[in-house]
């Protein structure tokens, strides 16, 4: 499959400044951008850094970012899912999982969030993918933001439902191992019957069989 790939950009006002919401952004612009201190959600922001940097080299990678003059201050990540994960199973060439979404605490509450995913789905080239996201709350950041799991879970489903992907049910065991967590995907409009029909295979795959 081509990964076609196009930049789109678009101004975001908020009360602690102006942001750029941009991309798919190259590994070379993300080297030359400073990486904020508070990007921490999933590891180091050095080592973080250096994995936006390899998901940008990837052909499927897509890296959306939220910048403040020259410093990232948010970000989203679009890359195949991985090997480990029941989604990689079908090898589904047109399936591509948002793999993390994370805002500097300043700016939250401004719908950096909710703008990312809009400027990912202004590229017409996501209409030929299924794109998944598996949510666990043990991700989310309940105490930084004070939000209990079921409201945490209600700002996630908002944020996502911006960009287009829908709560989709499935027997994954890590997904029902909590009530909050969940699955949610955004189908393409060119994406053809048969990779509907082979992802709904992977989303129940301990169905018994009679």
């Given at each position: 499959?081509?990964h ?6 678009k ?8 942001l750029i919401?941009?991309?798919?952004i190259s ?17 180091p ?19 959306i ?46 719908a ?68 909050a967590?969940?699955?949610?995907a ?25």
């Amino acid at each position: 499959m081509e990964h076609k790939k196009t930049y789109n950009a678009k101004e975001l006002k908020t009360p602690n400044g102006t942001l750029i919401i941009e991309g798919p952004i190259s590994s070379v612009q993300l080297k030359a951008l400073d990486f904020h201190k508070d990007l921490i959600a999933f590891r180091p922001p050095e080592q973080q850094h250096k994995a936006l940097i390899g998901i940008a080299d990837l052909p499927e990678g897509r890296i959306i970012i939220a910048r403040h003059r020259n410093t990232i201050v948010g970000y989203v990540t679009f890359l195949y899912p991985d090997p480990m994960e029941r989604w990689s199973e079908g090898k589904i060439e047109n399936l591509i999982e948002l793999g993390a979404i994370e805002v500097i605490p300043e700016f939250r509450g401004c719908a950096v969030g909710k703008n990312l995913l809009k400027v990912s789905m202004m590229d017409d080239a996501m209409e030929d993918y299924i794109i998944i996201t598996t949510e666990y709350y043990w991700h989310w950041d309940l105490k930084g933001t004070k939000l209990n799991v079921w409201e945490y879970r209600k700002v996630m489903e908002k944020m996502m439902n911006a960009g287009g992907l829908e709560w989709y049910a499935t027997d994954d065991p890590e997904i029902c191992s909590h009530p909050a967590n969940c699955l949610m995907a955004r189908i393409g409009k060119r994406v053809d019957i048969e990779s509907i029909q082979r992802f709904d295979r992977l989303r129940f795959m301990n169905r018994l069989m009679y």
